[in-house]
Every structure is written in C-alpha cells, then in structure tokens.
C-alpha cells in the first residue's frame, strides 16, 4: 500500500510567505520524518517527530502529526528563495525494525523572488 | 560534519554490463540502506543492512542485484546485468537507528543511466 502522501505536488509562492505542506499516511508509525532535495542533490534530514509528538519546531520550520488522521504537516515561515527544493515526508512504520523508511512523492516548493 | 560520499555521481553503462555503486557511510553507524529515484518519481526503498547481513530488501531488489561491506568502511551495490528500467538515481544511507529514531542520512548520489 502507498504510504506518505503529500500535497500539494507543486507550489509556487512569494518569497517572505508561509509554505503548508501536508503528508499522509496508512498505516501506524514509529515516527514521521521530513527531508528536503535540492534539485539532482541528495535527501537532507530537516526534522523528525514521534508518534507520540503533536507538534515540533526547529527554526523556521513547524511541523504537526495527527496520527488518529494519520496526517502531517510542514510549515516553513518566512519563505526564502534557498527553500526552493522538493519536499518529502517519510514514515517509519510501527514494528519496523529500523529498516527502510517509506518516501512519499513529495511536493515541489518554488519561491518566486 | 560527516557525511556519507558516494562515488561515482554519474555512471554510464551499456545495457547487460555489471555496475558497483560504492558508498562511504557515516564510520560510527551501523544501519546502512540503498534507495533508489527514478526521474520524477518517488525515492524507493532497495535494501538495509545491519551487522554483515541483509535485514530486510524490497520486490525491486531481485537476483541481479547484491550489497557487500568488503571493509570496514565501504559499502556497494551491485547491479550484475544492468537493464534500460535501472536508470536512476541510486542513493546510500546510513543511520545509527536506536538512539535517533532511525533518521537515515543520505548522500549525494550516484546517476546510473543504462544506454
């Protein structure tokens, strides 16, 4: 089954707004995960919150999990032209034995100067 | 900062030839995974690793293809016979699992394209 799901699959917005992504998901998890790739770059890490976290921050990021919505969303304040990457969320699903983390098809950010 | 290198970035080969993507992970981890992305698509999971041995690999992962950790700090993929439908972006990841709720972190990749 298809986990990690985002939305929207592309946005375009003015530099110095607020970005909203969103992630669901299927099925129960460890914790939730969100990385960013520069375009033909590799995946960074940005944040991670567990199933049992509602709400993260680091710097300018803020991320939720609603885990009976099975939902998450990123929120990058303050939009600055370098935020322009792809964005994915990954789940490690519950039971895993810290083995794969599952990508969603990730949203493509663009910030329009 | 560590970081985990991955070389080539880019490999050409001809379709039926044997490739090795080799990977430097972070030294002190112990978990360490091959994902691939073909263009415009979504990172998919290959294969894990921990403690000499394959812990868990996906449909995708079939005969043609094998990890080793000749040594202590690489880490490869091998692709025996390589098709068209191989092309992608392979990427290596290492993590230390338990104490950080299994973020992996990536490298840079490497580009296979399958002429």
């Known amino acids: 089954s298809q986990q990690g799901e985002e939305d929207p699959q592309a946005l375009s917005i003015q530099e110095g707004e607020n970005a909203t992504m969103n992630c669901s998901y299927k099925t129960s998890i460890n914790n939730l995960q969100w990385y960013r790739q520069n375009s033909g770059r590799g995946l960074v890490h940005l944040i991670l919150i567990r199933s049992n976290e509602r709400e993260k921050h680091s710097g300018r990021l803020r991320v939720t999990l609603d885990t009976s919505k099975k939902s998450s969303s990123l929120l990058i304040t303050a939009s600055r032209a370098a935020d322009t990457a792809s964005y994915f969320c990954a789940t490690d699903p519950s039971g895993n034995r810290d083995d794969k983390i599952i990508f969603g098809k990730g949203t493509r950010l663009h910030i329009l100067p | 900062e560590p970081e985990v290198t991955q070389t080539p970035s880019h490999q050409v080969t001809q379709m039926g030839q044997e490739v090795i993507l080799r990977c430097v992970p972070i030294?002190?981890?112990?978990?360490f995974y091959w994902y691939r992305q073909i263009l415009g698509q979504k990172v998919e999971f290959l294969v894990s690793?921990?403690?000499?041995?394959?812990?868990?690999k996906s449909e995708i992962f079939d005969d043609q293809f094998s990890v080793e950790r000749p040594d202590g700090s690489n880490f490869t993929l091998k692709i025996r016979s390589t098709k068209l439908e191989d092309s992608a972006m392979y990427f290596c990841a290492s993590g230390d699992a338990g104490t950080s709720g299994n973020i992996q972190y990536f490298g840079a990749g490497t580009r296979l394209s399958v002429l």
């Open positions: 690793f921990y403690n000499n041995e394959i812990s868990e």
């Open positions: 030294s002190n981890h112990l978990y």
